[in-house]
């Protein structure tokens, strides 16, 4: 199913300092796709997701949304982030706000809804969580998981065309990690677009369109799940999913 | 014993007669420390604020002068308030205007520039804590509001600063007890506060010692009321000391982590109807 990009990345380059930490990377985001980055830690990965939101700078390359270039955005990158959604590994949830009111500001002051429609609209995105009963809590009453349905109902009120997951379930104990999977999953069977940077292969293998595996600052390998977690091309995916691939 | 009986007596007979001009000191005391300590936060929020603005390499040139410029600006306003004695700062301030004017304009009242005094040098202070108060706020919570697309004004505004007044708080508190002692140097510029009653009292009657007691039971006093007061507006910025998780609701339990036995299904609470508890 060849579909329109929504995201495309073109010859993406950062360089920290004289630490090159993408080296011309090429990729697209479809619509429906639901992309996992894998690969060793220090690979790049987080950095290619925070490139995408703008939260750091490219070096050099064009990133387009919906084929417009976004590298060189002035006033407008704001109402871009607003389409492009972010789970964080530590959530980043608003500490001095209420769940209700982490979901709300953005709807609010990004989007202008009026401030019923966005509670109403939150509740039900917080539903869809199951953080509904929670919504008076503040993030410091929540657990692990908790916050991290929390941080993705919060990016899934803005309505966005992608959510972008930065290691959702590296900061969750083992018992955790579950509700927040299954959320996710659950989105992803609605036809929502994600791009999702993880270590968890199962949810790679098994709930992903297509998997990515960076190494070094650079795509070594793409393709289908199911391909690239039994048969490797790439002699660094084999070696780095050995661990999977004798189970 | 006999001493101690006498300034007894000596403190009763200054209180009687002069009672009402201590009160009236420190009541001007009072005012002056909390009106100067106010605009010396708002003065300090303002510059903690804007030296907060990210300076972003890749930002114009002009916006990068600009950022750079304003940074230097309130750095020296910090250095030099900080760095000079208040007394001096006041007689400064004060004579500053009847000398470039040749004595045509000065301050029409003590009052304006006892509080202008106060003001910025309380600014001052507040400034570095303002600033150390948004530095410590977790760099997460910027990230979070940058992700969902608010501007570096309504990050500050929603979320980092509700945040960092909870942090400064004590200096804000610390800053007027330390403004209840300190405007006693406004004597200079013939502002009457507690102090100056003092000095008023003892060249009329030379009892410098029992109007000294007078005077640091005074202070203690106002000092003493402030601090047990700041604590519990501090009490109540804290909110709920209870970091207990909220684990009494029985759906976290089942939501999207079970399956039914019979469909399949995940549980999960889909009532969308729900309409919170408030």
Redesign the interface.
Known sequence: MEMEPILEVRHLSKTFGTNPVLKDINFNICRGDVISVIGPSGSGKSTLLRCI?L?E?PTSGTILFRGKDITGLGNEV?????KV??V?Q????????SV?DNCT??QI??LHRSREEAQEYA??IL????M???????P????GG?KQRVAIA??MA?DPEVILFDEPTSALDPELV??VL??MR?LAEQGMTMAVVTHEMAFARQVSSRVVFMDEGVIMEEGDPEELFTDPRNERTREFLGRYLNQ | MGKFSQLIQDVIRLCAKYLPMYLSGMKNTVLLALIGTVLGCIIGFICGVLNAIPYDT?APLGRRVLIRTLRAVIRGYVEVFRGTPMVLQAVFIYYALPYFTDGAARFSSVWAASILVVSINTGAYMTESVRGGIISV?P??V?????????HI?AMM??IL??AV?NILPQIGNNYIINLKDTSVMFMISFTDFFAVHRGVVGATYSYFPSAVIEMIGYLTMTLISSFLLRKVEQRME?SS??????S?P??LT???YRHPVSEE?F?????D?????
Do not use: H
Request: overall charge positive; proline content about 2%; charged content about 25%.
């Open positions: 939101n939260l700078t704001f109402a871009y982030r607003a959604g972010m964080f530590s959530f980043n949830l608003f500490d001095n706000l209700i500001l953005g002051r990004v509740r039900q539903s869809l969580v199951g509904a009963p929670y919504c008076n809590a503040k410091r009453q929540l657990s908790q919060r990016a803005l579950g509700e299954d959320v659950e | 890749n977790d997460g919570q990230e979070g509001a940058m992700a969902i697309g608010l501007t309504q929603y979320v509700p945040q909870r909110g209870s970091f207990e998780l909220v684990v609701d759906l976290t939501s999207g982590v995940l999960k609470e889909r009532s969308r729900y309409k919170g508890k408030d």
